[in-house]
């Protein structure tokens, strides 16, 4: 079979063979495989604290693990997107990996706004949402400090409620946050990085604010095809050339990849005035490393982050520029306790991918603060 | 191997014949997708622009400048529609010039892979593959470039007046059959928001009265 002429044509016929098998396979998993096999955020966890739309969980103990001798860890994520990307099945996900180690786990699910909550803004987000999960998980375990964790949006968030009331966090983790929202301009980076910083440059102040009251909030869909538009030649092969690769084959690959979409699916709409806080006070205008973000009246100034911070970026990070995140090291006191960890990843690939997901939930449980010392300040009842 | 013992006869000549037909049809799309490229834009533009023209002309007629006392015949329901068309029009232009963009940057895509045909691998999978491959950096390229965020910016700001021209167009439907309309909406849903912040705070003071007279 060593003829030149045949071996080509022999090659290609073998394709048609793999690709014949491949869409065998594809359609014998689709058909077999029903939505409810489809499963995520499966860490049993119970709900603690309902505030409107938002709710906060509680995730059981695992059976058998001792529990660590550190603070409870608040974890919030952005408003874009679903906090079941940190736990979106068993063998990858951040949450399962931290109960292992024994941490108490607290989450916050921000819920589906609609219309009616376009008038929440990050001051709500913030100052009341934010505030209240801690005060009650605080309140709970009777302490007077916790430990934070934010991620993206939700990792502003974090920076934002630590920064105004520092006596309340004992440490605080960041994760694919960004916090110079120019600082992608003139840093080396790859080609397909910092496009939505690039873009919302572009526009004005009147104009970003006119194309989210024409629509009342900011649509899940919209931001959707935002994220597909920025990785646009993967997006569309994704689903035709590479769809035969995603679903034919191994049963658990094929789970993995349908979770993945399961897990995009759910991407619920942000409400309009939050959305200006985001896209125009800071996308466009930069306001927080400047000093001029304001929340209740009030400055916030990332100087005043005095608890230990561990700053985790992807470096691979389409979305979010690895340089915004890393910016914010010059932003802190320099009696501030500063890390840094860079995962070999992109935006979703360091919550996902089996080495980043370890090596995050490993270097964020270290990070959290030890139960010690920090005396318990007045009992205090928190508003519901 | 001679024709006449070779089993694979038949199959390797339709495959043969299936490889070259293969080569022409992509060849002959891509010939045609570069040719009928300037000519479609230029109809879509010529098209939304007459479009456009005909409703400013139209609006002209009633209304001879912006300036003149505005008539009260219709309730401003002329206006209204006016508006959308236009801003329809402009979002039919912005998206065309975003499309011929897309389509630009896939001609030079499929130049830049031709001209280098030389490292293209004779496995028709992996070659789709290094073509898709080469388009990928293209467009990520493309779409950091300031002609194509200044089309994206036009495209977004014109998506913005069409679906605030359109929302007021449906609320002259809604005002006059009895049905609530968003702007109705948000001012209810805005008073409930801030008799929630201030009962918010009333209860935050009390907790804080209590705490002071506990201690």
């Known amino acids: 079979m060593n003829n030149p002429m045949i071996n080509p044509v022999l090659d290609q016929q073998k394709e048609f063979e793999d690709y014949f098998d491949k869409v065998g396979s594809s359609i014998n998993n689709f058909v077999s495989l029903p939505d409810s096999e489809v499963k995520i955020g499966e860490t049993p966890k119970e709900e603690v604290l309902k505030l409107d739309k938002v709710t906060l969980y509680r995730y059981f103990p695992l059976d058998g693990v001792k529990p660590a001798n550190t603070r409870p860890l608040l974890i919030a994520y952005s408003l874009i997107g679903s906090y079941t990307m940190l736990d979106l099945q068993r063998d990858r996900s951040v949450i399962r990996n931290l109960l292992l180690q024994g941490q108490a786990v607290y989450v916050i699910d921000w819920g589906h706004p609609n219309k009616s909550d376009k008038w929440l803004s990050f001051d709500d987000y913030v100052e009341s949402y934010l505030s209240d999960c801690v005060d009650y998980i605080c309140d709970h375990h009777n302490l007077s400090a916790i430990s934070l964790l934010g991620i993206c949006e939700g990792g502003v968030f974090a920076a934002c409620y630590a920064s105004l009331h520092p006596e309340r966090i004992a440490s605080l983790a960041l994760a694919v946050t960004p916090i110079d929202f120019h600082a992608d301009q003139g840093a080396s980076t790859e080609e397909s990085v910092g496009y939505l910083n690039r873009l919302l440059r572009k526009f004005s102040r009147a104009e970003l604010e006119a194309m989210i009251d024409a629509f009342g909030y900011l649509p899940g869909e919209t931001t959707g095809l935002v994220f597909l538009e920025m990785t646009l030649v993967k997006s569309i092969t994704k689903y035709n050339w590479e769809l035969l690769d995603s679903l034919a084959g191994d049963r658990d690959k094929v789970l993995n990849f349908l979770r993945m979409e399961k897990w995009l699916l759910d991407r619920p709409h942000h409400p309009s005035e939050a959305a200006k806080h985001w896209l125009i006070d800071l996308y466009n205008e930069n306001r927080l490393v400047k000093g001029e973000f304001e929340l209740e009246g009030e400055k916030v100034r990332l100087s005043q982050l005095s608890m230990p911070v561990l700053n985790i970026f992807a470096k691979h990070d389409h979305i979010v520029p690895p340089a915004t995140s890393k910016a914010l090291q010059k932003h802190l006191s320099r009696q501030t306790k500063y890390e840094e960890l860079e995962l070999n990843a992109g935006h979703i690939g360091a919550f996902v991918s089996g080495k980043a997901n370890q090596a995050f939930s490993d270097k964020l449980f270290s990070w959290v603060a030890p139960l010690k010392s920090t005396p318990r300040k007045p009992a205090k009842k928190t508003a519901k | ?215």
């Open chain 2, 1 to 215: 191997m001679s024709s006449d013992t070779n089993p694979f006869e038949d199959t390797l000549a339709f495959m043969e014949q299936m490889r070259e037909q293969y080569q022409a049809t992509l060849t002959q799309i891509s010939t045609g997708f570069e040719s009928n490229m300037a000519l479609w834009g230029d109809t879509q533009n010529k098209f939304s622009k007459l479009w456009l023209d005909n409703f400013e002309n139209l609006s002209l007629a009633l209304f001879q400048t912006e300036s003149m006392p505005k008539l009260d015949a219709v309730m401003g329901l002329d206006f209204k529609i006016k508006d959308f068309a236009v801003a329809a029009t402009n979002l039919s232009i912005a998206a065309s010039e975003l499309q011929i963009l897309f389509m630009k940057i896939w001609g030079q895509a499929h130049d830049t892979f031709n001209s280098n045909t030389a490292d293209l691998s004779p496995n028709s999978k992996e070659s789709i593959n290094q073509w898709l491959e080469n388009a990928n950096l293209i467009v990520l390229q493309f779409q950091q470039s300031d002609e194509y965020l200044e089309a994206k910016k036009k495209y977004a700001t014109s998506l913005t007046a069409f679906q605030s021209t359109y929302k007021e167009l449906i609320e002259v439907y809604q005002e006059n059959n009895h049905i609530p309309t968003q702007r109705e909406f948000d001012d209810l849903s805005n008073s409930v928001y801030r008799l929630k912040k201030e009962l918010r705070s009333l209860r935050k003071e009390m907790q804080t009265l209590r705490s002071s007279d506990d201690e």
